[in-house]
Nanobody, 126 residues
Framework: QVQLVESGGGLVQAGGSLRLSCIAS????????MGWFRQTPAKEREFVAC????????DYTQSVKGRFTISRDNAKNTVYLQMNSLKPNDPAVYFC???????????????????WGQGTQVTVSS
């Protein structure tokens, strides 16, 4: 009964920044670990970042460390992905995903999820 809605994608120059947002409804967000994943037509779904339900822990894939930051505001039922220094290998459809706290947040980094959104397109030019 959880719905996730992403927004914030668009076209950006290489080296630029975007902030993606994901609003969750249907369940209290403090009982959901959250993550961001991306997918292109030629690749399988790739883990990008995750954050535990109370934001005590985060994890990132190696290629985005130091450039992307995941955060959340549970009072607004929202998780964010701040994307800086975007590179040519970053363009993809980015998906917000959620995982019940019956599992560890680290499972998101290993590909697990219970819910996912419709995705938002990120395009990097130049």
């Amino acid at each position: 009964q959880v719905q996730l809605v992403e927004s914030g994608g668009g076209l950006v120059q290489a080296g630029g920044s975007l902030r993606l947002s994901c609003i969750a409804s249907g369940r209290t967000t403090d009982t959901l670990h959250m993550g961001w994943f991306r997918q292109t037509p030629a690749k399988e779904r790739e883990f990008v970042a995750c954050i535990s339900n109370l934001a005590y822990y985060t994890d990132y894939t190696q290629s985005v460390k130091g450039r992307f930051t995941i955060s959340r505001d549970n009072a607004k039922n929202t998780v964010y992905l701040q994307m800086n220094s975007l590179k040519p290998n970053d363009p993809a459809v980015y998906f917000c995903e959620a995982l019940h706290t019956t599992r560890r947040y680290t499972e998101l980094a290993r590909g697990a999820y219970d819910f996912w959104g419709q995705g938002t397109q990120v395009t990097v030019s130049s």
